[in-house]
């Protein structure tokens, strides 16, 4: 299976920030990579999809780069509403596909 | 609009059986990839699976293949997720979710809202 990593595992922030998560793929991935956003108690909701694109309704604050084994989901503007773990997920492969481990951002 | 709706929190022994669903709406049942994540107390996302209810074609993340079935019923525009045997190990929260559009490889769109399995003697 292609294993997803994600950095940091948890991460402080402040309303207004700008903050970067990264994602690295075990191997080459092309552009299959999305990002999910999960409050407590809640189901993840997809942010973005195939590295770049906006998923409908997304706040355009989010946005995502990347191709090949390294990707990056950007938040320009930290709101409120953003803190939460965020997820990224490889569909090169099916099955499976794999989820990384998650990225905690809190409130500093 | 498209909703999945899943069924409730379940309390189960080791050894049970069990059988949670999804009921769709707002979109064709048939045309739409849907699948099974689980999430672990505290703990990331794990793929388990996904079924096209067009041909009834499955396919499992080889971790889960004969733990659990997946299955999808055209009528009642529904997935389900059964175990035959459970253990304390399959507790956690189960989430159906539907793919954002035909392309399986964009993502998961739509997602039910949980259906928490808690197994214990």
């Known amino acids: 299976d292609i294993q997803m990593t994600q950095s940091p595992s948890s991460l402080s922030a402040s309303i207004g920030d700008r903050v970067t998560i990264t994602c690295r793929a075990s191997?080459?991935?092309?552009?299959?990579l999305n990002w999910y956003q999960q409050k407590p108690g809640k189901a993840p909701k997809l942010l973005i999809y195939t590295a770049s694109n906006l998923q409908s309704g997304v706040p355009s604050r989010f946005s995502g780069s990347g191709s090949g084994t390294d990707f990056i989901l950007t938040i320009s503007s930290l709101q409120l509403e953003d803190f939460a773990t965020y997820y990224c997920?490889?569909?090169?492969?099916?099955?499976?596909?794999?989820f990384g481990q998650g990225t905690r951002l809190e409130i500093k | 609009e498209v909703q999945l709706v899943q069924s409730g929190a379940e309390v189960r022994k080791p050894g049970e059986s069990l059988k949670i669903s999804c009921k769709t709406s707002g979109y064709s049942f048939s045309d739409y990839w849907i699948g099974w994540v689980r999430q672990m107390p505290g703990r990331g996302l794990e793929w388990m699976g996904i079924i096209y209810p067009g041909d009834s074609e499955i396919r499992y993340n080889p971790s889960f293949q004969g733990q659990v079935t997946i299955s999808a019923d055209g009528f009642n525009s529904s997935t389900y997720l059964q175990w035959s045997s459970l253990k304390a190990s399959d507790s956690g929260m189960y989430y159906c979710?539907?793919?954002?559009?035909?392309?399986?490889?964009?993502?998961?769109?739509?997602w039910g809202q949980g259906t928490l399995v808690t197994v214990s003697s």
């Open positions: 997920q490889q569909t090169y492969t099916t099955p499976p596909t794999t």
């Open positions: 191997q080459r991935i092309s552009t299959h």
């Open positions: 979710a539907r793919h954002r559009s035909y392309d399986i490889l964009t993502g998961f769109g739509f």
